[in-house]
């Protein structure tokens, strides 16, 4: 019986050309996180089942990889979050606060398998704990962060979509559906991906009355500049007597887009955006998404937000947190199927040494280490071929450069170098 030798559905496997692409756009995230003071920290893949659950749960609690292991309730992390608030609540008396921290790494959710969804994929994140208290300053830095690496990766325009979970939780307040909180977000979480009857259809399912509903329909239609969309929430807000909660969501949007303004983050990439909830249960505050605006159907590529009490489960101090994630798996497969990606390279080699017979092999491998110590990136064949062969041999490995060696060169120790793309050549 033959074995099946294709990964899982949902798993993502990359041709070493793919893999260099994939690395590159690593590389890029990883320099704006320690452009920022983000460090880096790494934790483990599995953990105990009721570490992760703390504080989700819902659809979360239905996607885990769970199993047992003697009398232990394990499972796979769904994010990278949540082992960061167990990690600070361990780690609590050697860390500096606020404690910036960088993570990378797979995560592991059973969504039903579907093209473009995985199981198994990188997240990118970001987080800011403090201890008792966190500026919303570090709100507006992690998005900072997020449109500086954007803006490197050069995939066109880009808008980071912002809101405040207080502000929605402070509307269900003023309207008298707080019952139905849960519901109206998730509704609202879908609204641009049903119709305007459908979305009315099912708020009255919820059993939310015709002023509500009113009110629910003006509000998710704000739009706008910032000053524009604060102002209309303002007007809103006089509906309400004295509903604290939703003009310090206010309070906390205006802040937040004030301070990114002053990390150079232009109107052009982001906009205060009503729709935005986001739907894991522990953001409190901030939240936000990305989307590429040439590519809309890619949905969300980078996301965050508050979490002001994520990791009381794990500790009595008070650590709020904000953060961000880019999930690169997806933006990787994405950017492939719509051919934003080059894939040219199969080897991180520069350079190509060919020895044209066995005789030039020493001499070949000597100048490998000699190059390497001035810091280049060489690779010798050591299969023997003649040149026609070799030659076609590195131009489909995507080296920039060829330096054959036969037994005049080996002996003169005159090596001459030919640039794959223009042909010319020169000495080494």
Known sequence: MKLN???????????PEEQMEFNRILGVVKAHHAAFGYAEIDTPVIERTETL?????????????????????????????????????????????????????????????????????????????????????YDAEVMAVIHAIFKELNLGKFTLRINNRNIMSGLFEGLGVVGSA????????????????????????????REAEQMILEFIKIDGESGQVLQRLRDLATTFEKNTRFLGGINELEKVS?????????????????????GLDYYTGTVFETV??????????????????????????????????????????SLRELGLLKFQQKTPAEYLIVPFTENEVAVALDLANKMRTEGKKVEVLLEEMNIKKAFKFADKRGVK????????????????????????????
């Open 258 to 278: 004030g301070v990114l303004k002053q990390m150079a983050v232009s109107e052009d990439n982001f906009k205060l955006d009503m729709l935005i909830v986001r």
């Open 53 to 137: 659950l703390a504080k989700a749960g819902g659809e979360t609690e239905k996607q885990i990889y769970r199993f047992k292991k003697g009398d232990n309730d394990l499972s796979l992390r769904f994010d990278l979050t949540v082992p960061t608030a167990r990690f600070v609540a361990e780690n609590i008396s050697h860390l500096t606060f606020p404690f910036k921290r960088s993570q990378i790494g797979k995560v592991y959710r059973g969504e039903r398998s579907q093209r473009g969804r995985f199981r198994e994929f990188y997240q990118c994140d970001i987080d800011v704990i403090g201890r008792e208290k966190l500026s919303l300053n």
């Open 182 to 209: 849960v519901e109206l977000m998730a509704l609202i979480d879908r609204a641009e991906k049903i119709s305007g009857e459908d979305f009315s259809r099912q708020l009255k399912e919820l059993g939310i009355g």
């Open 292 to 333: 590429l605006d040439d590519f809309k159907d890619i949905g969300s590529v980078a996301s965050g937000g508050r979490y002001d009490n994520l990791a009381s489960s794990y500790s009595k101090e008070v650590l709020p947190g904000v953060g961000a994630s880019i999930g690169l798996t997806r933006l990787f497969w």
């Open 401 to 428: 450069y060829v330096v054959p060696i036969g037994e005049d060169k080996a002996k003169s120790g005159e090596f001459v170098v030919q640039d794959m793309i223009t042909g010319e050549k020169s000495l080494l």
């Open 5 to 15: 030798t294709k990964p899982l559905p949902g798993m993502m496997e990359l041709l």
